[in-house]
């Protein structure tokens, strides 16, 4: 599986991005996926995640209420709608997807399989 993120960039403080990722392959809906996030001199960390059939979903403490992950297993898409976006939001995005089961969400980067190259998001205060 090959994953594929784009819709990164610049935006002000309180602005709103959608970032996408697009998987290669027939198997995308036997996959759950998730969006990590890394800033600059630190670690990657968990920002969302859904379950295979999009029954699920999961959240960062710090974007619940401001982002929300969503998938469309038709375009073998999974996307992260991102919605008053604050300076400390900047970092690189990466997608990422293993092998699912059920409702299952998965937070830890170890539970990942794939990963995409990465987005930039750089939020202006």
């Known amino acids: 599986v090959q994953l594929q993120a784009s819709g990164g960039g610049l935006v002000q403080a309180g602005g709103s991005l959608r970032l996408s990722c697009a998987a290669s392959?027939?198997?995308?809906?036997?996959?759950?996926m998730g969006w990590f996030r890394q800033a600059p001199a630190k670690e990657r960390e968990f920002v969302a995640s859904?379950?295979?059939?999009?029954?699920?979903?999961g959240y960062a403490d710090s974007v619940k209420g401001r982002f929300t992950i969503s998938r469309d297993n038709a375009k073998n898409t999974v996307y992260l709608q991102m919605n008053n976006l604050k300076p400390e939001d900047t970092a690189v995005y990466y997608c990422?997807?293993?092998?699912?089961?059920?409702?299952?969400?998965?937070?830890?980067?170890?539970?990942?399989?794939?990963w995409g190259q990465g987005t930039l998001v750089t939020v202006s205060s």
């Open positions: 859904i379950a295979l059939n999009g029954g699920s979903t």
């Open positions: 392959g027939r198997t995308f809906s036997s996959y759950a």
């Open positions: 990422a997807g293993r092998q699912g089961f059920y409702r299952n969400v998965y937070v830890k980067t170890d539970d990942y399989t794939y």
